[in-house]
């Protein structure tokens, strides 16, 4: 999809990640995607949900190319699915494509009914040696 006019896909389903090799693949670092405007729909009254998505990860052989992975998140737009799904469906499909030393998701959901739903994943112990930052999103405060 690099260097060509990309479609959003219509869900996540439809959308293609693609990976290439990792450029260090002799050294332990960190790589961070921060999506601060994730957008999906509630899959009961179709209204939008939104959230800031923290993502960390350590790369084994792959690293997954960032257009396709934007193209991904955008794919959630029009998609139903809670929060918990959301979060770990991105989880999931990253695991499974990169198989990564390690990976961490945060969910940080902007509040649904008055009540924010957080929702954390990660794959075990973050390595030891890799300096993996805190994600830093605060929690909801509402107006206080």
């Given at each position: 999809m690099l260097g060509a006019?990309?479609?959003?896909?219509?869900?996540?389903?439809?959308?293609?990640?693609e990976r290439v090799p990792n450029p260090h693949g002799d050294?332990?670092?960190?790589?961070r995607f921060a999506a601060p405007e994730?957008?999906?729909?509630?899959?009961?009254?179709?209204?939008?949900?939104?959230?800031?998505l923290v993502l960390d990860y350590v790369p084994r052989d792959w690293i997954v190319e960032s257009k396709s992975l934007k193209l991904f998140l955008?794919?959630?737009?029009?998609?139903?699915a809670f929060h918990e799904a959301c979060t770990?469906?991105?989880?999931?499909?990253?695991?499974?494509?990169l198989e990564p030393v390690?990976?961490?998701?945060?969910?940080?959901?902007?509040?649904?009914?008055?009540?924010?739903?957080d929702v954390f994943y990660q794959t075990g112990t973050p390595p030891e040696g890799v300096?993996?930052?805190?994600?830093?999103?605060p929690g909801y405060r509402g107006r206080g």
């Open positions: 006019m990309t479609a959003l896909p219509a869900n996540p389903d439809e959308a293609v990640l050294m332990a670092y960190c790589i994730f957008t999906s729909l509630c899959p009961l009254t179709g209204q939008p949900d939104f959230a800031h955008g794919s959630f737009r029009n998609h139903g770990l469906d991105i989880a999931r499909r990253l695991v499974t494509l390690w990976l961490r998701i945060g969910g940080y959901w902007y509040p649904r009914g008055g009540i924010p739903i300096w993996i930052p805190n994600q830093d999103v």
